[in-house]
Nanobody, 127 residues
Framework: VQLQASGGGSVQAGGSLRLSCAAS????????MGWFRQAPGKEREFVAA????????GYADSVKGRFTISRDNAKNTVYLQMNSLKPEDTAVYYC?????????????????????WGKGTQVTVSS
């Protein structure tokens, strides 16, 4: 599967961005998807995940209530709406695909990530 993230940029604290991830190469709608991020000098961090049906979603505590993950299986695209952005949200954001339809636990994704990764998109939030 090929994943291409877009939509990153620079924004002031309190602003919003929407990331998109276009998938190709496999039956996109059959797999759970997610977003991760990595700030300079830090380890990769789980951000959000969504099941194939979009009935289940999960978020890191640091983004709950501010970020929303969604997907459009007809367009083979997953989104991450980011509101009330903070400087600590600054990172390279990566979309990823699992190999199962249902969402694993957030602890699992924090520990092991997902199986397929796209190139990241930079998000910079200034204070």
């Amino acid at each position: 599967v090929q994943l291409q993230a877009s939509g990153g940029g620079s924004v002031q604290a309190g602003g919003s961005l929407r990331l998109s991830c276009a998938a190709s190469g496999r039956t996109f709608s059959r797999y759970a998807m997610g977003w991760f991020r990595q700030a300079p000098g830090k380890e990769r961090e789980f951000v959000a995940a969504i099941s194939w049906s979009a009935h289940s979603t999960g978020y890191a505590d640091s983004v709950k209530g501010r970020f929303t993950i969604s997907r459009d299986n007809a367009k083979n695209t997953v989104y991450l709406q980011m509101n009330s952005l903070k400087p600590e949200d600054t990172a390279v954001y990566y979309c990823a695909a699992d190999t199962i339809a249902t969402m694993r636990t957030e602890d699992y994704y924090r520990a092991y990530g997902m199986d397929y990764w796209g190139k990241g998109t930079q998000v910079t939030v200034s204070s």
